[in-house]
């Protein structure tokens, strides 16, 4: 069963835009990590967030946690061509298994 | 410091053939979870395995196992092949997913039942 549901499921833009992607889940979690992931590759971790945490940034990335609302979203600023890639928010499920949406996939033209 | 290592990272099976996947995690990490993305499924958790118990199981048949050596790397194998099977399996590693670390993933084993 899908936990994190992402928001767009596609979006395009040019570089130099910004990015928003949203995350939304059903039931109260520990951290929510956000991952990339490049077409036939594997996951990259880009973030994790604790739910005692409200923003982290990273870089050009900035995650925040809303969890009265169950939600998340991730900032990509100034994008390049090289963050096209599919982006996945995935929660904490039973126990240690990480539960994952179906991903939003960005495509960044030049 | 090396990343998550999986081979082969790609195999073509016949369907009923079985297929043993190697995972190697990152130097220090105790977990190795198993993880399989299909386009229409997404990614769903297979197992996790923690200093050599299993310690959490998805919603997969029994044809899907995996084991854990003491020295944490991790195989994982599929029995009695089915054309459904064809998937990208990911192996994640971590020091302790339970308690919030951070889970790392490796590039995968493409895997094509034919």
């Known amino acids: 069963s899908q936990q994190g549901e992402e928001d767009p499921q596609a979006l395009s833009i040019q570089e130099g835009e910004n990015a928003t992607m949203n995350c939304s889940y059903k039931t109260s979690i520990n951290n929510l990590q956000w991952y990339r992931q490049n077409s036939g590759r594997g996951l990259v971790h880009l973030i994790l967030i604790r739910s005692n945490e409200r923003e982290k940034h990273s870089g050009r990335l900035r995650v925040t946690l809303d969890t009265s609302k169950k939600s998340s979203s991730l900032l990509i600023t100034a994008s390049r061509a090289a963050d096209t890639a599919s982006y996945f928010c995935?929660?904490?499920?039973?126990?240690?298994?990480?539960?994952f949406g179906k991903g939003t996939t960005l495509s960044v033209s030049s | 410091k090396a990343g998550v290592t999986q081979t082969p990272r790609y195999l073509i099976k016949t369907r009923g053939q079985q297929v043993t996947l190697s995972c190697s995690p990152i130097s220090g990490h105790r977990s190795v979870s198993w993880y399989q993305q299909t386009p229409g499924q997404g990614l769903q958790f297979l197992f996790e395995?923690?200093?050599?118990?299993?310690?959490n199981k998805g919603n997969f048949p029994g044809r899907f196992s995996g084991r854990q050596f003491s020295n944490s790397r991790s195989e994982m194998n599929v029995s009695t092949l089915e054309l459904g099977d064809s998937a990208l399996y990911l192996c994640?590693?971590?020091?302790?997913?339970?308690?919030?670390?951070?889970?790392?993933f490796g590039e995968g084993s493409w895997l094509t039942v034919v």
């Open positions: 994640a590693s971590s020091l302790d997913p339970g308690i919030g670390n951070t889970i790392y």
């Open positions: 395995y923690f200093s050599e118990t299993q310690r």
């Open positions: 995935a929660t904490g499920g039973a126990g240690t298994a990480l539960i």
